[in-house]
């Protein structure tokens, strides 16, 4: 274990590394994804989940080129900012952390109403309270505590969240109707294409994150890309046969509101629906685990730049942890939590998250050219193909967005652009 300029601990190795990768992307999303993609894609879904997995590598092999050549925290905020300027990175940055107390806020509700399934006064009244402020706690004292109990917290979840559809693929796939899982192709519904494009994109999404706390990974340019790699190739596997099981085996399932619970409980019993229920309860707690350890990485890299308090950059003296920025992410969270407000900034995540892979895709082909004669790099084949593919469909993916959320997205980029106005001398 060693400690970085900057007073970071390098905790975190390849293997744990892999499992907070997944951990981030493998979420509650995949416990609705299969009855939202056949009401949209009808025959095609499971090729779409497929085409998905394969458009998402593009954008993962972005990121994996762009950590190769840094060390520091930050993710997409520190590759724009490295590419196109302070202002570019800010603005990145500072809306991926509004992202992310979106969905700390969300899925701590989200788990609520999730338990609700085996207490149902747990999704209102005190009860409600009581497992936002509980579940968000817990997971800020771990994130305090330090980036290796974090990390060995995701991995467990991560662990954890696997099982059940792991079980759920091992036994569904003996009772497929194969008819079902994989009709004959008719008419693609074209007119579905662009909300079903965001849809599957929001389920792939959150590899974006692990590059934000590099600096507390033991070797992390020559890690990350390994654990993007794998983890790309293990969730698209896991989504694409969790799709076709459920599509084999519950008829009408674009109609049903908890599609691997029911069609669990059809092939295998009420145990097999209480364990997917499980797993969907611990996929929403593994994935805020991980929201609520990144978060702060944004916040913490963009106060040691000068937007913010120098109170933010600073690092606990004992834990080595951005304390601060991790108990203002807490209160933030909590806030909007309780409130209900923060249905307003979850809209924008995809479409936040959007900007980040259009900055970082942007960023590669400026930094294969500024990094080109480095042999201690990871290289990405095809050189700038792959992140210019990579940003002409993440522009055509925004360009399918609709104009409320690009509004939204607007108002924020304002805002941002005020903070920016008043940034004071770096630390």
């Known amino acids: 274990m060693t400690a970085p300029s900057g007073g970071y601990v390098r905790a975190v190795g390849r293997w744990q590394l892999v499992g907070l990768s997944i951990n981030d992307v493998i979420g509650s ?17 499971a090729w779409a989940v497929l085409l998905a997995g394969a458009v998402v590598t593009l954008l993962v092999l972005c990121y994996a080129q762009a950590a190769a050549y840094f060390d520091q925290a930050g993710g997409s905020y520190l590759y724009a900012r490295e590419a196109f300027g302070p202002f570019a990175g800010f ?21 609520a109403a999730a338990l609700a399934h085996f207490h149902p006064a747990a999704g209102e009244g005190a009860w409600r309270v009581l497992i936002v402020v509980a579940s968000l706690g817990l997971l800020t004292a771990i994130n305090l505590i330090g980036v290796r109990s974090a990390a060995r917290t995701g991995v467990a979840l991560a662990i954890a969240k696997l099982v059940p ?7 569904g796939l003996a009772h497929v109707d194969w008819h079902l899982a994989l009709p004959p192709l008719d008419v693609p519904p074209l007119h579905n294409l662009g909300e079903a494009a965001l849809l599957l994109l929001f389920a792939y999404a959150g590899f974006e994150n692990a590059p934000a706390a590099a600096a507390e990974y033991r070797n992390p340019r020559r890690e990350l890309p390994f654990a993007l790699m794998v983890m790309v190739a293990t969730v698209t596997a896991v989504y694409v046969s969790v799709q076709l099981v459920a599509q084999g085996t519950l008829p009408g399932l674009a109609a049903s509101k908890t599609p691997l619970a029911d069609a669990a409980a059809g092939f295998a019993g009420h145990w097999a629906a209480l364990l997917l229920t499980f797993g969907a309860v611990v996929s929403i707690l ?11 990485r944004y916040l913490q890299a963009l106060a040691a730049d000068g937007y913010g308090p120098r109170r933010l950059a600073a690092l606990h003296p004992r834990f080595h942890t951005p304390a601060a920025a991790i108990g ?26 959007l900007l980040a892979y259009i900055g970082t895709a942007g960023a590669v082909i400026r930094l294969q050219r500024r990094h ?48 920016y106005r008043f940034r004071r001398t770096p630390s």
Request: glycine residues 10%; hydrophobic residues 65%; without cysteine.
């Open 372 to 419: 080109a004669g480095r042999s201690d790099a990871w290289r990405l084949r095809g050189g700038a193909l792959v992140p210019a593919a990579a940003l002409l469909l993440s522009l055509a993916l925004l360009a399918s967005a609709s104009w409320q959320s690009l509004l939204a997205v607007a108002v924020a980029f304002a805002v941002g652009a005020l903070i």
């Open 286 to 296: 593994g994935t805020n685990s991980n929201t609520m350890m990144f978060g702060p």
């Open 328 to 353: 203002l992410q807490f209160a933030v969270a909590l806030v909007l939590a309780l409130s209900g407000s923060f249905v307003g900034l979850a809209v924008l995540s995809t479409i936040t998250r």
């Open 29 to 45: 999303g995949i416990y609705l994804l299969p009855a939202a993609t056949v009401a949209l894609m009808g025959a095609y879904s």
């Open 165 to 171: 559809l792991l079980v759920f693929v091992a036994v």
């Open 91 to 111: 603005q990145i940055g500072w809306m991926l952390w509004l992202t992310r107390i979106a969905s700390a806020a969300a899925l701590s509700n989200g788990l």
